[in-house]
């Protein structure tokens, strides 16, 4: 909830990115639900008897309380609102990775609220023991990401003949513009850009089981 004195209370959250400020304190980047990427001064928050010294840690969910009219803003109060995803090996890197995504791409203070309930979804998919392969869930992230931002692919139509994409073809991917079929004996059917409509319809659907990944 946001007030006319620049207050905002009880913001759904992760942390990106820490880094220490002066002696005791640090800079947080955050993701919260309702505003985006934020960043915010957490003053004290490196003595060792501070209440939020444990909390500020990436994939942990929060509930972060602060103020301030300006870009950088002073953190007032931090809860956990759940329990922290335990990730390790590659899930763990890839959720690192997302994190950096964030971090370079997002503007601060713009909302991304259906953005930031995949990330956590995404999390949790990291966090399962039986999640081995991170590979469809960094890819579905991507691809709400682009999304988001507004580089969305069209996934249905050939942008040069507005036809629906038809599984049995193969479609050669043009940056900027999409999808342009590729007739028998073209020089790109083997291109790392090119895919086939069963692929293509696949990650339309948010498919990513491994048979049904893209292949070059």
Wanted: proline fraction near 4%; include cysteine; hydrophobic fraction near 40%.
């Amino acid at each position: 909830m946001t007030t006319k004195t620049n207050r905002f209370n009880e913001q759904a959250a992760f942390v990106l990115h820490s880094r220490p400020y002066r002696e005791s304190s640090a800079i947080i980047d955050c993701f919260t639900r309702e505003h985006g990427r934020v960043s915010v001064i957490a003053k004290g928050c490196r003595r060792q008897k501070s209440t939020m010294r444990g909390l500020l840690q990436p994939f942990l969910p929060l509930l972060l309380s602060y103020q301030g009219q300006r870009e950088l803003k002073t953190l007032t109060d931090c809860e956990a609102r759940g329990f922290s995803y335990t990730l390790r090996d590659v899930n763990l890197f890839s959720a690192m990775y997302i994190n950096e995504l964030l971090l370079l791409l997002l503007h601060k203070e713009e909302p991304f609220v259906g953005l930031f309930d995949v990330y956590e979804s995404v999390l949790a998919t990291l966090a399962r023991a039986e999640a081995t392969s991170p590979e469809g869930a960094l890819r579905e992230f991507e691809k709400v990401l682009l999304e988001s931002l507004g580089y969305g692919i069209d996934w249905q139509y050939d942008y040069k003949t507005d036809q629906l994409l038809e599984k049995d073809a193969r479609y050669y991917y043009q940056p900027g513009f999409g999808f342009t079929r590729l007739e028998a004996g073209s020089s790109l059917l083997n291109h790392p850009q090119s895919f086939s409509g069963e692929a293509i319809a696949s990650i339309a659907a948010s498919d990513w089981h491994e048979d049904m990944l893209p292949q070059a």
